[in-house]
């Protein structure tokens, strides 16, 4: 099965677009750092192929963050997709939840999709209502909204792998209507099953032979946390010297963790003081537990 790659391909008798993805190592990485119970797996899951999906799908030059903030049992799950082919993230929850669907897993909340260019300090955002039945159903209704291109999402995820693949109309000044609901019901005879343990060529071709599919080249992806000592660094000069001494004195060292990766970084006083007064600090592994 091919793993951890993102297929682009082309419906050229459908004016459509489509891609399919599949994560293994890297969401195996993701679920060493968190015994995450099965319904929240699974839609965190659903959500790392999502925004791989995503990221190759709308034009933007930087990283895309998916976040979904509610009051519910998972109070919180963000995915991020780096330029390169890097994703990382995670869920948290208060309780576990006892059912599926959006509102039994999240109750009330909203969904924000968000690309930071990699250049400059740009930042677009778009947030919507997390409604729906399925992940998939409230990220439609963002493409619907945001981008006005007519877009079907089908995602699946276990304790192996999660999968997904996109289908989208290209823009043009004429459709035929029929070709667009043809693609989408064959889209709706797939399972999970076969998302999962199909290879990519073989699924396309068996979906779609009628449509005159073309396959392009994979993008390999990898689970990668984006956290170092810069960025601690940062960190603790916005804190401010008199605030960073505060902790200093109060613990004897500022610790931070990474909650992508679970690396902790531990500055003590000797590297705060080289830090304020602007010498370099040597490099620090930092340790993963």
């Not at 699974?42 to 990221?55: N, Q, T």
């Not at 401010?240 to 992508?260: H, K, L, P, T, W």
Request: hydrophobic share 40%.
């Amino acid at each position: 099965m091919t793993k951890d790659a993102l297929y682009r391909f082309m419906l050229e008798n459908a004016d459509t677009r489509g891609e399919w993805v599949h994560l293994d190592n890297s969401w195996q990485e993701v679920l060493k750092r968190a015994d995450y119970p099965e319904i929240v797996r699974d839609v965190l899951g659903e959500a790392f192929a999502a925004v791989a999906l995503l990221s190759a799908t709308i034009k933007h030059q930087g990283s895309l963050i998916l976040q979904i903030r509610s009051n519910g049992p998972v109070h919180l799950l963000v995915v991020q997709a780096s330029p390169e082919g890097h994703l990382r993230g995670l869920a948290r929850w208060s309780r576990e939840p006892t059912e599926t669907g959006l509102n039994n897993i999240f109750g009330t909340g909203h969904i924000a999709i968000t690309m930071e260019a990699t250049t400059d300090n740009e930042r677009y955002q778009g947030i919507i209502a997390l409604e729906g039945e399925k992940l998939s159903n409230a990220l439609e209704e963002y493409f619907k909204r945001s981008e006005q291109l007519p877009t079907r999402l089908w995602l699946t995820s276990d304790a192996d792998s999660c999968a997904g693949m996109l289908l989208q109309r290209l823009p043009a000044q004429q459709h035929n209507e029929e070709d667009w609901t043809r693609v989408n019901m064959l889209l709706d005879t797939l399972t999970p099953e076969e998302l999962l343990n199909t290879e990519p060529a073989e699924l396309i071709y068996r979906l779609y032979h009628e449509e005159s599919p073309r396959l392009f080249d994979p993008v390999m992806l990898r689970f990668h946390c984006s956290c170092n000592l810069g960025k601690i660094e940062n960190t603790i000069k916005s804190l401010g010297q008199e605030e960073a001494d505060s902790i200093i004195a109060e613990q004897g060292a500022i610790e931070v963790n990474c909650e992508f990766c679970n690396s902790q970084y531990r500055l003590d006083s000797v590297d705060v003081a080289r830090l304020f007064a602007g010498i370099e600090l040597s490099p620090a592994s930092p340790a993963l537990h």
